[in-house]
């Protein structure tokens, strides 16, 4: 594994550059798969509505990339995200989202509702908080399986106001259950700004149950991916559950419909995370300026995504509708 | 109360309860149970007395007081290979749990277009005339009854609770079975000392007759036949059908009863207003009008919060003299 010299002091022993763009193709990935889910809302081509994660990348990837095929992961309403990064394919992402027969659901789930046994993806949950139980229930069968996975539960910052997100990591840690809590706080608790909503300290709510607990720039893939590492370690020692707390930002509205938003948030703020604290761009000037990898790279990776997701959503939009006696299957096993 | 039986032997609602799930933790070692005080303590009700000393306390698991956190913990538990069995000690914590319930276990499966299971089983108590008032005393099947993807059991006998436990425990879906804390320690019935199951889904004729159908459910079955022996001695033929499982429904047994005798009353302990028992009425209205010589009659829990004073309690609940008084004028005797 190639050692990596940082400007800073900081360590990243652990990632190589191939990893690295590998994390930059996998943040690309989402993004571009985002940006076309918003042109298929906007061209009236998608049922419903959807929740796009365009900004929080670093998470998903930072995070997923530290866990293998076999761990589970729970995810949100916002979780196209989460579901890329564990290993989903596109095609079917698209499809599902499409209300498809071709999609990961039969097309019975749609945006909110992604699930894949196949890359340990229990499931998006469109109740806010509400796989936090299912989360922490799939630690708790794997500590008693013996099968050394880890799960982990995505969640925002708006899931904080949920009671059972406390009564899950009170018996996480209680049972010291292989379980990473990941809070993206994204500042914005739907369409209410998070300090209306949430009182003292988020870090300290986990705390106060004595669990593991980190802050992480959540924009720095690097920071995600190294801390998710060392909790990932700690679970999978039988050390019990972490709470990572990742800073974020929502570039989009709470879904593609919230346009116009300056109500609760001005556009200046909007830019300026764009602007200064872009993940995807994080990652290439780091990359770059520690001649790590130059333009041409990144143009690769960002051409071969592309033509892959314009592949990925031409499958889709061609793909047949579930029949009708579809509805009445999967009802019950 | 005791249902008739000549040869083979006795034993209390509560202990047939206690011997399914005995029987499964000692065939299935991926069942485990967890709830409120169930180990040492063998759950409020002692139903559970002795089997933390078979089976240890990580299978016979206490909780925290967290019902919607360890309901979570169970669903994903069981969408990742146990088989948990769910304490919930008052049928009245139904409405703590219900997001986990209806919301994630019911749909899980249909959610993720057949790939995800949750094969657990979630025991909670229904019955009035504890002296328990409101929060204690409800009997809120109708409510579980309601939501497509769970199956909902109310056992009767002693025999009937322990067959179908079994079979509870064995399906791969979610299963709510609701136990009438007043029958453990009072009804006692034959059950077999050999093994057998009772499938999900079939309903029992529990007594034969001719002149008009009593339908009856759970601790009702015992006024439906309390009520028969007063009609028979009025020269009224009762027969009294137990459908055991509100969901799947056993229709045909229902409506071929009341073909047979032309009159119909449906008794059950949830609340009248919307309750099984108008689900029941209709299923009879709809497929056996044109044998029906008087109106379906439908006897349920009165519309109010059960009360605690006795003299209050005591006229919230359908009776034998009722349903005798019901039946005979409906009889025109």
């Known amino acids: 594994m190639a050692q990596v010299k940082t400007k800073k002091s900081e360590s990243i022993s652990t990632i190589d550059r191939e990893q690295l763009l590998h994390m930059y193709e996998q943040m690309f990935k989402i993004r571009a798969f985002e940006e076309q889910v918003n042109e298929l809302y906007q061209s009236a081509k998608m049922p419903g509505l959807a929740h796009l994660y365009i900004g929080e990348e670093a998470i998903a990837v930072g995070v997923c990339e530290a866990l293998n095929k076999e761990d589970y992961i729970t995810s949100t309403h916002r979780g196209h995200g989460h579901c890329l990064a564990k290993g989903a394919s596109i095609d079917k992402m698209f499809a599902e989202l499409l209300g498809k027969d071709a999609g990961y659901c039969h097309g019975k789930g749609g945006s909110m509702h992604i699930a894949d046994q196949d890359t340990g993806n229990l499931g998006a949950n469109a109740i806010v908080g509400g796989s936090s139980g299912i989360a922490t229930g799939a630690a708790f069968a794997s500590k008693r399986l013996g099968n050394g996975r880890v799960a982990v539960c995505f969640f925002g910052e708006g899931a904080l106001g949920q009671g059972l997100v406390y009564e899950s990591m009170n018996m996480a840690q209680l049972w010291k259950l292989p379980v990473i809590y990941v809070c993206e706080n994204n500042l914005y608790n739907e369409y209410t700004h998070h300090s209306e909503s949430t009182a003292g300290s988020m870090k300290a709510r986990a705390e106060a149950f004595g669990i593991l607990t980190v802050e992480v720039d959540g924009q720095n893939v690097r920071e995600v991916h190294e801390t998710a590492i060392k909790l990932v370690e700690h679970a999978r020692k039988g050390e019990g559950p972490a709470f990572m707390l990742c800073n974020t930002y929502r570039y989009h509205g709470h879904h593609v419909g919230d346009i116009a938003r300056e109500y609760y948030r001005p556009k200046e703020e909007e830019l300026k995370w764009k602007n200064d604290n872009d993940p995807l761009k994080n990652l290439s000037s780091w990359l770059t300026e520690n001649g790590l990898a130059d333009a041409g790279i990144f143009e690769q990776i960002e051409s071969t995504v592309s033509k892959e997701v314009e592949e990925a959503v031409n499958f889709a939009l061609n793909a047949p509708f579930p029949a009708p006696e579809e509805v009445t299957n999967h009802v019950y096993a | ?333």
């Open chain 2, 1 to 333: 109360m005791s249902m008739p039986n000549a040869n083979g032997r006795e034993i209390f609602f509560g202990d047939a309860i206690k011997e399914a799930l005995a029987e499964e933790l000692r065939r299935d070692p991926t069942v485990f149970m967890l709830g409120e005080d169930i180990a040492e303590a063998g759950t409020t009700f002692k139903v559970l007395n002795g089997l933390v000393d078979e089976f240890g306390k990580d299978r016979i698991l206490d909780t925290p007081i967290s019902e919607p956190g360890f309901t979570g913990l169970a669903v994903g538990a069981a969408m990742t290979g146990l088989r948990p069995v769910v304490d919930i000690m008052f049928g009245d914590f139904s409405g703590l749990i219900m997001d986990q319930v209806a919301n994630q276990a019911a749909k899980i499966h249909y959610m993720s277009g057949g790939k995800l299971k949750v094969p657990m089983v979630l025991r909670t108590t229904m019955g009035a005339g504890r002296r328990s008032a409101a929060q204690h005393s409800q009997s809120l099947h109708a409510w579980y009854s309601h939501i497509p993807g769970l199956k909902v059991v109310v056992p009767s006998t002693p025999y009937d609770a322990k067959g179908l436990m079994k079979s509870a425990i064995r399906d791969d879906n979610p299963v709510v079975i609701l136990e009438d804390k007043m029958m453990y320690k009072t009804v006692k019935g034959y059950v077999p000392e050999e093994e057998y199951i009772i499938p999900i889904g079939v309903a029992d004729i529990k007594r034969e007759g001719s002149d008009i159908t009593l339908i009856a459910t759970s601790s009702m079955v015992y006024v439906a036949l309390d009520a028969a022996k007063l009609l028979e001695e009025v020269g009224i033929s009762a027969e009294v059908v137990d459908p055991r499982t509100l969901v799947p429904l056993d229709k045909q047994t229902l409506v071929e009863s009341v073909k047979k005798t032309s009159r119909a009353i449906i008794i059950d302990e949830g609340y009248e207003q919307y309750g099984v028992t108008a689900e029941l009425a209709s299923v009879i209205a709809d497929e056996a009008f044109y044998y029906l010589d008087a109106p379906v009659k439908r006897m349920g829990a009165m519309n109010v919060p059960i009360p605690f004073s006795p003299a209050l309690e005591d006229l919230t609940i359908p009776n034998a003299k009722g349903v005798f008084e019901m039946a005979k004028s409906l009889c025109n005797k």
